[in-house]
């Protein structure tokens, strides 16, 4: 059971690039999260989906894309990087419900330059 | 959305003392509220939790009280150790079928030896 993986760890972006965050999760979870942490700061909510072919915004989804087309997958796209998008990026799920605790992956550290 | 705020953001205690981190929410129908350590370059790791229909919940050395009335809730941490230190966050879980997770910007907090 290797829970929620995220890939890649790092990367450097040039300003107006794109990229693709890929985020996978092995629990059968149906809540899936986007989240990006700033450093020194919270956890903003970029995306999030309570299911295959279903998702909605959070507080921050101005320059991002998602798709949520089978139950384990949830990438995150970027197109268009700006440096106001250098952050850690962190993956997460959970089964749903009330009370049902979030499971983090390890996070991919982007720079836009 | 949910408002999550907390404080202090810096707490700096002696090892053996109690350190105590304290949030608040601003939507009367959020329910959870769990709270997450992230140590240095690692992701962020659930530790306690309470549900809204409890106002405390204890876990050897660290307690979560909740009250609802006010709309707060506190990390209490007795008996500090020095692998205490680390970032930790407060949450609130928020949403029309309570899917969101709204976190609060953090408090490092620095156990001395």
């Known amino acids: 059971n290797a829970g929620v993986t995220q890939t890649p760890k790092f990367r450097i972006l040039k300003i107006g690039q794109s990229m693709t965050l890929q985020c996978t999760q092995d629990?059968?979870?149906?809540?899936m999260y986007w989240y990006r942490q700033d450093p020194g700061m919270g956890l903003k909510l970029i995306y999030y989906s309570v299911g295959a072919g279903i998702t909605d915004k959070g507080e921050v989804p101005n320059g991002y894309n998602v798709s949520r087309s089978t139950t384990e997958d949830f990438p995150l796209r970027l197109e268009l990087a700006a440096p106001s998008q250098t952050s850690v990026y962190f993956c997460?799920?959970?089964?749903?419900?009330?009370?049902?605790?979030?499971?983090f992956g390890s996070g991919t550290q982007l720079s836009v330059l | 959305g949910e408002n999550v705020e907390q404080h202090p953001s810096t707490l700096s205690v002696q090892e053996g003392d109690s350190a105590v981190i304290k949030c608040t929410y601003s939507d009367s129908a959020s329910n959870y509220f769990p709270w997450y350590k992230q140590e240095l370059g690692k992701r962020p790791q659930l530790i306690i939790d309470i549900r809204s229909n409890v106002g405390e919940k204890k876990d050897q050395r660290i307690a979560v009280t909740l009250n609802k009335t006010a709309k707060h809730f506190s990390l209490h941490i007795t008996e500090t150790q020095p692998e205490d230190s680390a970032v930790y966050f407060c949450a609130a879980l928020q949403g029309d079928n309570f899917n969101k997770f709204y976190f609060g910007s953090g408090t490092k907090l620095n156990v001395k030896p």
């Open positions: 629990m059968n979870h149906n809540y």
């Open positions: 997460a799920s959970r089964t749903g419900g009330w009370g049902e605790k979030l499971f």
